[in-house]
């Protein structure tokens, strides 16, 4: 590790400060500080919404002290450029280091081109950003996806275990009801799930997806799914984050998130998708994903998928997926 520079990790909330922690501990060569920045009031007695950190837009003129004669800000919001510019600080090189490695439209914004230089996972980014959004090749870096070798630095998770021996499945959706399976179809998976003698279910959706749902007036109802033997429900912990639910599932189900690029590094497995919008996908390079195994356009097809998402066919196409 590198030990030149001082890294600053500005956070704000307890629950993130106690994650960096925990990730520091494998990289204890380098000069970390972590200032925790005093939460909002909204967020310290009105927080509604159940958040563990506020947006990081409403935390910028409180990081302004600490930014302004940084060497280098590293951002993973499409915005944060052009909004850090705003307030007068002009001094610090603004780099992008994208949060996931997804095929959607939406991490391929013409915000980006605010930036210094952008941290990319692979050529595919790379293209897409240069056809997309004109970005030129000479302010990008291929890096990887850093996330993948964090975890090689820290003890693994432990992997989530049942009373039955059963094939597990992790169901993942997203919380963009524009690409989710949860607002259509949720329940009814998981109702399939509750029925079934034939697998193990972890439901684990994209954190934000339970504070989305606040939003609309209510909660996820999780009731008789979390009372099932075979059913572990968790709506946004750190184990959302870790790769815990990766690590201890055999199956995948989901719909666009990136996690199915951690699922497919961590070691090629089934996967299975939920066209819930009756997309027309497969020339529409924001689902490439749905490549890695069988798409489900009806919830009854569910059992045939799981079935046909064993083929070595899918998990060829994975394969090729790693280097790019």
């Excluded at 204890?28 to 563990?52: E, Q, S, V």
């Excluded at 837009?57 to 944060?80: E, G, L, Q």
């Excluded at 989710?180 to 034939?198: C, I, M, P, Q, Y």
């Excluded at 009756?278 to 059992?303: F, I, M, Q």
Aim: hydrophobic share 35%.
């Amino acid at each position: 590790m590198q030990d030149e520079f001082e890294v600053l990790a500005l956070v704000s909330g307890k629950a993130p400060y106690k994650l960096i922690e925990r990730i520091t501990e494998g990289f204890d060569k380098t000069p970390l500080c972590i200032p925790r920045l005093p939460l909002p009031l909204r967020y310290r007695f009105m927080n509604f919404y159940g958040r563990t950190h506020p947006p990081p837009y409403t935390m910028f003129k409180r990081c302004v002290p600490w930014i302004s004669n940084a060497k280098c800000i590293v951002s993973v919001s499409h915005n944060d450029a052009r909004k850090i510019r705003r307030l007068g600080v002009h001094k610090p090189k603004l780099v992008f280091q994208d949060h996931g490695v997804g095929d959607r439209a939406y991490g391929f914004d013409p915000e980006l081109r605010n930036f210094d230089h952008v941290l990319l996972p692979g050529r595919n980014h790379r293209k897409r950003l240069e056809e997309d959004c004109g970005l030129h090749s000479n302010m990008t870096t291929i890096v990887g996806f850093p996330k993948l070798d964090l975890y090689r630095h820290i003890p693994p998770p432990e992997v989530i275990s049942f009373p039955e021996q059963r094939p597990v499945v992790l169901y993942a959706p997203h919380f963009d009801p524009e690409f989710s399976s949860w607002h259509r179809w949720g329940h009814t998976v998981l109702d399939f799930f509750l029925e079934s003698n034939a697998y193990n279910l972890i439901f684990a959706p994209h954190l934000v997806l339970n504070q989305r749902c606040r939003k609309r007036g209510h909660d996820i109802d999780l009731g008789k799914y979390s009372r099932a033997p075979h059913i572990f429900c968790d709506l946004g912990s750190d184990k959302s984050v870790d790769m815990t639910y990766i690590r201890s599932a055999d199956v995948y189900l989901g719909d666009v998130s990136s996690q199915i690029y951690e699922w497919i590094a961590h070691k090629p497995r089934p996967a299975v998708f939920l066209n819930t919008h009756r997309v027309s996908w497969k020339a529409d390079s924001s689902y490439r994903c749905w490549r890695y195994g069988p798409v489900v356009n009806a919830t009854s097809e569910l059992a045939a998928a799981f079935e046909r998402s064993r083929d070595l066919q899918w998990l060829n196409v994975q394969r090729e997926a790693l280097p790019s």
